[in-house]
């Protein structure tokens, strides 16, 4: 059985679609697993060994020169490997415009389905107008956590039920090749940046988090300017802290992969050292936990919720809690 997943972004929901590789494969271990996804991504979805192709989608770059030719030929070539092969199953579990016209143009056999979402959940960006790319769509409660959307999309048209803890199929740390950068001994990550204001938490408390953690190294990662100066600023009031450079995604998830404690806000490298089952906090200030929350393992602890930000006392009780997790 041939099988293509279409989740092309972003960083977090490409993790929590993760799961659904091995919920397919356990109950049809012979069964092929590719993907769609943003060639930005293709680091995390391929540290997953039992995806056989993964397929880069391009449009954040391709939107910028559509007018070029080399542009065209690229989306060209995207499609021609799109149809290569044809599948049993394609399924769209993003839900909007692109993806669907993504699963229009993917080949199916004799019986095949392409299978997607009837609905979006609540604050989803979801586009109805995906459903003319399906032959099943199939409901979910407007609460269903980011991490069982896929995995119960895939049990419907497979016919399993979704009953086991998820497993991301991503490897343990990897000690033997730390960059430069990465100390040798344990150390903290701090995933402060957001794009959102509100989804941030104050830089006094990250410098706190910080101060009492001494003196375990606490690295601050960044993915723009103003994200470096706010990693500035927590570095300037916190001796332990170290601004890192600006890392590219492969070093990022590495960053994450191997971090003694991770603490960050609700984005997508915070939700990867969880699924990496790193003793991990997550910070919910203006978005909802039920949403996204770690809830696979006790390494993971999650505060906060929406316009209900934790205090740093919370924060320091859950390290405390994570020290005597094995």
Request: charged share 20%; aromatic share 8%; with cysteine.
């Given at each position: 059985m041939n099988i293509l997943l279409v989740r092309v972004s972003s960083l977090g929901d490409v993790l929590h679609n993760l799961p659904m590789v091995a919920d397919i494969l356990r109950r049809h271990p012979d069964a092929n697993v590719d993907w769609v996804v943003e060639e930005g991504y293709v680091s995390l979805v391929r540290l997953n060994p039992r995806v056989?192709?993964?397929?880069?989608?391009?449009?954040?770059?391709?939107?910028?020169?559509?007018?070029?030719?080399?542009?065209?030929?690229e989306i060209r070539a995207f499609f021609a490997q799109l149809r290569e092969q044809r599948y049993d199953y394609v399924f769209d579990t993003q839900g909007l415009l692109k993806t669907g016209i993504i699963m229009g143009a993917a080949r199916i056999g004799r019986g095949g389905q392409k299978v997607g979402l009837a609905n979006g959940s609540e604050g989803s960006g979801y586009e109805g107008v995906s459903r003319l790319f399906h032959t099943r769509s199939v409901p979910l409660d407007q609460r269903t956590h980011a991490v069982a959307r896929g995995r119960l999309v895939a049990g419907a048209a497979?016919?399993?039920p979704v009953d086991t803890a998820p497993d991301f199929g991503l490897p343990g740390p990897d000690t033997a090749n730390r960059p430069h950068w990465m100390p040798a001994q344990d150390y903290a990550v701090f995933f402060h940046g957001t794009a959102?204001?509100?989804?941030?938490?104050?830089?006094?408390?990250?410098?706190?988090?910080?101060?009492?953690?001494?003196?375990?190294?606490?690295?601050?990662?960044?993915?723009?300017?103003?994200e470096q100066r706010e990693a500035e600023?927590?570095?300037?009031?916190?001796?332990?802290?170290?601004?890192?450079?600006?890392?590219?995604?492969?070093?990022?998830?590495?960053?994450?992969?191997?971090a003694g404690l991770a603490i960050g806000v609700d984005t997508g490298l915070t939700?990867?050292?969880?699924?990496?089952?790193?003793?991990?906090?997550?910070?919910?200030?203006?978005?909802?936990?039920?949403?996204?929350?770690g809830?696979?393992?006790?390494?993971?602890?999650?505060?906060?919720?929406?316009?209900?930000?934790?205090?740093?006392?919370?924060?320091?009780?859950?390290v405390a809690r994570l020290k005597g997790q094995p």
């Open positions: 056989r192709k993964i397929i880069p989608f391009a449009l954040r770059r391709w939107r910028k020169s559509l007018g070029d030719q080399a542009t065209r030929a497979l016919g399993y959102r204001e509100a989804k941030k938490w104050p830089t006094a408390h990250w410098i706190a988090t910080a101060n009492a953690l001494a003196p375990m190294p606490v690295l601050l990662a960044w993915g723009s300017p103003n600023a927590i570095a300037a009031g916190a001796p332990n802290a170290v601004v890192l450079p600006k890392l590219s995604m492969d070093e990022a998830i590495a960053l994450a992969r191997n939700h990867i050292a969880a699924a990496f089952v790193r003793p991990t906090i997550e910070l919910y200030c203006d978005s909802p936990k039920w949403k996204t929350e809830n696979w393992s006790p390494r993971i602890i999650n505060l906060g919720d929406k316009n209900d930000p934790p205090q740093v006392a919370e924060v320091l009780a859950a």
